[in-house]
């Protein structure tokens, strides 16, 4: 049988998270995989999702099933999150997902169903995995211009021209906020302007909102989804709460599909519920649950987003640390950007070899497009961090 098997491709976020894990030098600066990092280099459980899951083991009396579209209040204090209000409930249905990956999937096999083989217009660059996951769902994958590789911002003109060109059959991915990998992202100006050529075209929209929070605020970061589903008939969102409830491991997401009218929502729906039965059944719950009692209770919802608040400040801290100590060490604003840029990551702008030298020689792990996790730097050697970075850039 394996014989007519050939080695896949893995995906190169995790191939270096199991190297840098198996590389035994204690001075090993990890700025590779997205997860949160604390100033002693921990990915701590938040205490509001401790609390939470206390709570839960003291009062859970069943693991039966949920159902296939899994926990709905978990999905409607979400969709209250990311949508503020903004679209008509009677529009809106939602599945759980397992992780943002699993919203995601679930959004786009139900995208490939309604346009087989139709194009995804996704950034260029973007997350990785978005390739592998669009291809699944029997969907073609084009890109539009997104990063400026010279200014480190996003090259709205080129975007434009492509996202303005784009039909009624085409599905753009958007990231809802805090662009991966390059850090850089649209203004609320730029945002209306995507809305209003997604209006005009009749491209469809699916917002992948993985990072809410991280970037500016709550309610700043969900601008640009709002915008959208406010403006167009029809869109998807693929929520994750693996980053800003830090539940990495436990997959927790929902996928929320938003129609033109109530009945076709009830069809998306069954799409979106066959796909889950068809591929994992059930989504899984515990993270899921812990989001839901964090949300629906005013004190855990007030203790989780100062903790998020932290969090968010923290990282930008560390941008403007680096960016500073660089601009002293080297006297010059080339990596200036990186204290301008917002959410989990920067595009440093590095070549593959550069990048390669760095972790071989100094120890310091970057995806191989040079992409940072900023939650990453570690504070206290900031300016060795610098000084690797400068001797690196050249
Ligand atoms: C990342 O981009 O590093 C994270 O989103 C982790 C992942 O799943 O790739």
Redesign the pocket.
């Known amino acids: 049988m394996f014989e007519t098997l050939q080695k896949a491709t893995l ?1 190169k ?2 191939v270096l998270m199991a190297e840098y894990a198996a590389d035994p030098r204690t001075n090993k600066i990890d700025l ?4 949160y990092k604390d100033p002693k280099n921990n990915t701590p459980i938040m205490s509001a999702v401790k609390k939470a899951e206390q709570r839960i083991l003291d009062g859970a009396k069943t693991k039966t099933y949920k159902g296939v579209v899994g926990n709905k209040e978990f999905s409607q204090a979400i969709v209250d999150l990311a949508l503020g209000g903004v679209v008509d409930a009677s529009r809106i249905r939602t599945v759980n997902g397992a ?3 699993g919203a995601l999937m679930t959004l786009l096999h139900v995208l490939g169903r309604a346009r087989p083989g139709g194009k995804i217009y996704i950034s260029d660059p973007t ?3 978005h390739i592998p996951l669009a291809e699944n769902a029997n969907l073609k994958v084009e890109y539009y211009p997104y990063f400026d590789a010279t200014t480190r911002k996003v090259d709205f003109d080129a975007m434009m021209k492509v996202i303005d060109g784009l039909g009624g059959n085409d599905i753009v991915l958007l990231h809802g906020c805090c662009h ?2 390059t850090g850089a992202n649209l203004t609320k100006a730029q945002w209306d302007l995507v809305a209003e050529s997604l209006k005009r075209t009749g491209a469809f929209p699916l917002i992948d909102l ?1 990072y809410l929070g991280f970037g500016d605020g709550l309610e700043e970061d969900a601008y640009g989804v709002r915008k959208v589903a406010a403006s167009v008939p029809e869109s998807m969102i693929a929520f ?1 709460a ?2 800003n409830f830090g539940l ?1 491991r436990e997959r927790a997401g929902v996928s929320i599909a938003i129609a033109k009218d109530s009945a076709t929502a009830d069809v998306v729906s069954s799409q979106m519920q066959n796909v889950i039965r068809g591929t994992i059944s059930q989504t899984p719950d515990h993270g899921a649950e812990v989001v839901r009692v964090i949300l629906e209770d005013a004190e855990l919802r007030a203790e989780w987003a100062a903790e998020l608040k932290e969090m968010r400040e923290r990282m930008q801290r560390l941008r403007v640390k680096l960016a500073d100590a660089i601009r002293r060490k080297s006297n010059s604003k080339d990596f200036d950007f990186i204290a301008e840029h917002s959410g ?2 920067s595009l440093l702008g590095l070549a593959p070899d550069v990048v390669q030298k760095l972790k071989t020689e100094d120890a310091v792990y970057m ?1 191989n497009d040079s ?1 940072i ?1 900023v939650a990453g730097i570690p504070e206290d050697r900031v300016d060795e961090l610098a000084d690797y970075l400068i001797a690196a850039a050249g």
């Open positions: 995906d976020i995790f590779g995989v997205g997860v992780g943002g990956t997350w990785p995995n991966n990998p993985a994750s693996s980053k990495y989990m990551f995806i992409r996790n």
